[in-house]
């Protein structure tokens, strides 16, 4: 059975940092592009960021680049997402998302989703 379970999420204030985790269980880890995708109340899901099987290539959206940081540990079936000074548009449920294959920024194209874990940055 796949699992992906995320944790991590919390109030922050403006600013401020958060790391997010997700740890994977069913599936070769190792083999696995892994994706950040977040949704805010009243919007539609967004991407965050994707990183490839080897954690070599990293990808993210615009408006999180520079802020946020994308890693994996494939010894411990984790990726991460630190996500620092963030501000109120960062609020959200963040969610992690697995898939074989190419990377890609399309939900649609990831097969498998944890439950979210809730942000929410206060200013």
């Known amino acids: 059975q796949v699992q992906l379970v995320e944790s991590g999420g919390g109030l922050v204030q403006a600013g401020g940092s958060l790391r997010l985790s997700c740890v994977a269980s069913?599936?070769?880890?190792?083999?696995?592009?892994m994706g950040w995708f977040r949704q805010s109340p009243g919007k539609e899901r967004e991407y965050v960021s994707t990183?490839?099987?080897?954690?070599?290539?990293?990808y993210y959206a615009d408006s999180v680049k520079g802020r946020f940081s994308v890693s994996r540990d494939n010894t411990k079936n984790t990726v991460y997402l630190q996500m620092n000074n963030l501000n109120d548009e960062d609020t959200g449920v963040y969610y992690c998302?697995?898939?074989?294959?190419?990377?890609?920024?399309?939900?649609?194209?990831?097969?498998?989703w944890g439950q979210g874990t809730q942000v929410t940055v206060s200013s």
């Open positions: 990183i490839s099987w080897s954690g070599a290539s990293k």
């Open positions: 069913g599936l070769t880890f190792s083999n696995l592009v």
């Open positions: 998302a697995a898939k074989n294959g190419y990377i890609s920024r399309s939900d649609s194209a990831f097969d498998y």
